[in-house]
Each structure stands twice: as structure tokens, then as C-alpha cells.
């Protein structure tokens, strides 16, 4: 007679499939001030886009499991394109942070030709996490990017940072006021912790289908 199903030790775990670490396997391809400069590659590619400060850095390396992205408390630390080649399977892109204080007209100009150049000429680009502050209200030049992309075609997500700092009863009305103010629906929202880890198999769910259909 067969064991019954649940003693058997090659039943496999139900649920979702574990977010894998990438520790040890991914390389910095570079820090590139303009766009023309970046490697041309033929894996797909996944761009961190957001405030200065939001975030992204601490984000890429919480999914990837290993501290490869500059992370600051000094608002405007990433100002070039930071390129990573992750198992050789897919490349992230964490691009220069916008909208921090007192930033003299010549820069700001300087980044949109840069993030414009990059979103405007990356053939493999599959998605774009904008990242936004889960505490703050939602903001003009977030607003802006989500546009851009939504007028671009690009397919993007709302990754919304430092859920961590959020009481539990203002998680929900923080989605909601973020979703309301830049036009979004359920799915394109995620709120996320870098510190907790909180949201990041979510965010992973969605950049997922991109990387594991690609080759090795
Ligand atoms: N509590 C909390 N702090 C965070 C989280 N993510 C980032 N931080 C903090 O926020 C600050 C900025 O983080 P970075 O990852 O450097 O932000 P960035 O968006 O890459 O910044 P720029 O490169 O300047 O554009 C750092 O002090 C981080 O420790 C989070 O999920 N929770
Ligand atoms: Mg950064």
C-alpha cells in the first residue's frame, strides 16, 4: 500500500516559489554618465527609477541578497547609471535619483537627458520600478515619469519605499492615497521594505516572468 501523500518526503512544498538569492553571482558592469555610453545586451533588463533618497539602491540590493548598489543618507549620491549583470541572466539598472533640494537648473537638465536617453534607446528594458516614498503625499515629478513611461509604452511598477515606517493602520490609506493621485490600479502598487524585507517576493513575483524566460 501506498504511504499516505502527506509522509511522503517527495511531496513538494506547496505555495509560492522561493525569491532566489543572487549573492556572489552578480557583476557591476559599469557607472555611466550618459546613456550612449551604456553596453549594448541581449539579456532583459529591469530600471530603478525614483526620488533621490527613495531608496533604490537599498532596494536592488534586498532582492538581490548582496550589498552591490551604493546606499547613502546624502540625498543624490547615484547620479550616474549604475549597470549590474546579474548570473548572467538579467541586468538591473538603478538610475540617478531626481528631485532633491537645491539642485542647480544645469543638473536637473543634465539628468532628464540622461534618464530620457536611457528609457528612449534600451532594447531589452522589460520594466520599470518607480519607486516612491510610501509616507509621502503623491508628488509632481513622480507623476511625471509615471507618464512618461505610461506615454512610452514602458511597462512600469509602483514600488512604494520604506513600508517599514508605516503603522499597520496607515499602510492601507498611504496604497490608496499613492494609487488615487497617480492614476494606478491594484496590481501596478506594491509597498515594500528593504529593512523588513516586506513586499520584496511581491516585487519579485512581477520581475520574475521577464528573467526566468530568458536564456542563460
Ligand atoms: N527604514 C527604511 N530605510 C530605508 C529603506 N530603504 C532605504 N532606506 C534608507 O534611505 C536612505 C537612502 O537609501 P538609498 O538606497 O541610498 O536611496 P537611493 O534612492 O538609492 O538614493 P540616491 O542614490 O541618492 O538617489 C538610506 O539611509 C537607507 O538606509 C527602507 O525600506 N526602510
Ligand atoms: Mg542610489
Do not use: C
Not at 20 to 25: I, K
Amino acid at each position: 500500500m501506498k504511504p499516505p501523500l502527506e509522509s511522503s518526503p517527495h511531496v513538494p512544498p506547496v505555495g509560492p516559489k522561493p525569491r532566489p538569492q543572487f549573492g556572489g553571482r552578480v557583476n557591476m558592469l559599469g557607472s555611466f554618465p550618459e546613456a550612449g555610453l551604456l553596453p549594448a545586451l541581449t539579456v532583459p533588463e529591469i530600471a530603478f527609477a525614483g526620488r533621490s533618497n527613495v531608496g533604490k539602491s537599498s532596494l536592488i540590493n534586498a532582492l538581490i541578497g548582496e550589498k552591490i548598489a551604493r546606499t547613502s543618507g546624502t540625498p543624490g549620491r547615484t547620479q550616474t547609471i549604475n549597470l549590474f549583470l546579474v548570473a548572467d541572466r538579467f541586468s538591473i539598472a538603478d538610475l540617478p535619483g531626481y528631485g532633491f533640494a537645491k539642485v542647480p537648473p544645469h543638473m536637473r537638465e543634465a539628468w532628464k537627458a540622461l534618464v530620457e536617453g536611457y528609457l528612449g534607446d534600451r532594447a531589452n528594458l522589460k520594466r520599470v520600478i518607480v519607486l516612491i516614498d510610501a509616507r509621502q503625499e503623491p508628488q509632481k515629478t513622480d507623476g511625471e515619469l509615471i507618464w512618461g513611461l505610461r506615454q512610452a509604452g514602458l511597462p512600469f511598477l509602483v514600488a512604494a519605499t520604506k513600508y517599514d515606517k508605516l503603522s499597520r493602520a496607515q499602510r492601507v490609506p498611504a496604497l490608496a492615497t499613492l494609487r488615487k493621485g497617480f492614476g494606478v490600479k491594484e496590481h501596478e502598487l506594491v509597498g515594500v521594505s528593504s529593512v523588513t524585507g516586506e513586499g520584496l517576493d511581491a516585487l519579485w513575483a512581477i520581475i520574475a516572468p521577464h528573467v526566468e524566460t530568458a536564456k542563460k
